[in-house]
């Protein structure tokens, strides 16, 4: 199990949550970053900085994590929303005040920058009588911040209620607002359906008849779907049948070896094969 490094305390008390529920599903996942990049399609480089809350994870990356550690992904998507509105109000605070000159600086921060070299003596200006459109500068400024400020804020509300919008269960224009990231697409599970059926005393699960093929733990592909589907079958439950050998199918593989008085290895091999068909 890593050592996770302790997280800023800058970040809001809300995504602090969300990130410490990813780190633990990773924890008992017992996937490296590598095997959860393979499994989610986000990069290794992206989970680092998810899970060091250096940047907001999306809504389907918390979904993937909370899926493959076996935890109920609403209760995290509903904590993820509220993560995404104190992160973007955040990022949409108005523009710091403008850096004063020297010779307008005053109070602590006056007093503790060295003065630069005095400047020479200039003649006194001559006197002018101010008249109305001699309206200081500051009110013009204070104006500008003012409308910058605004424009942040409708900016911020746009983007919390795009992400409502996306993630909201009776959505229906999630497709159309929130498109699947290519990386995500390109390395989704294939499906697979299990038709169970006893052929000549063995029982099948339709993807494949192998009796000999060695599968273990970080496995993917058809052979160990037609496990998965062959466990449920007995009556102990794989997790979904994805064709990924992951935490809750070792488990049940634990428990079929154990139930059918062989070595609990945890790998399918020739003889959990002839159990799981015979």
Not at 57 to 86: N, T, W
Request: glycine share 10%; hydrophobic share 40%; aromatic share 4%.
């Amino acid at each position: 199990m890593p050592r996770w490094n302790a997280l800023s305390d800058e970040l809001d008390p809300s995504l602090r949550e969300l990130v410490t529920r990813l780190r633990r599903l990773k924890d008992r996942s017992e996937l490296s970053m590598r095997q959860l990049a393979a499994r989610t399609g986000y990069s290794v480089t992206s989970w680092e900085r998810y899970l060091g809350g250096r940047s907001l994870p999306p809504g389907r990356a918390v979904e993937a994590l909370a899926r493959i550690g076996g935890a109920d992904p609403v209760g995290l998507l509903a904590l993820h929303e509220v993560a995404a509105e104190a992160w973007a109000a955040r990022r949409a605070k108005g523009p710091a005040p403008a850096r004063l000159s020297a010779g307008e600086r005053t109070g602590p921060a006056a007093e503790r920058e060295p003065a630069g070299p005095a400047a020479p003596a200039e003649p006194p200006a001559p006197v002018v009588t101010a008249t109305a459109a001699d309206a200081p500068s500051t009110g013009r400024a204070l104006h500008v911040a003012l409308v910058a400020g605004a424009v942040a804020l409708v900016l911020a509300l746009s983007a919390v209620f795009l992400l409502v919008l996306r993630f909201h269960p009776d959505s229906g224009a999630t497709a159309a607002t929130a498109p699947l990231p290519s990386a995500a697409e390109s390395s989704s599970p294939p499906a697979y359906t299990c038709r169970i059926e006893r052929t000549e005393g063995l029982w099948t699960a339709g993807i494949n008849s192998t009796r000999d093929t060695e599968v273990s733990y970080g496995d993917v592909g058809p052979d160990v779907a037609e496990a998965q589907c062959l466990l449920r079958r007995a009556g102990i439950s794989p997790g979904g049948i994805d064709g990924m050998f992951g935490p809750l199918t070792l488990r049940a593989v634990k428990d079929m070896q154990k139930k059918s008085g062989l070595v609990v290895d945890g790998m399918v091999g020739p003889r959990t094969w002839k159990a799981l068909r015979g």
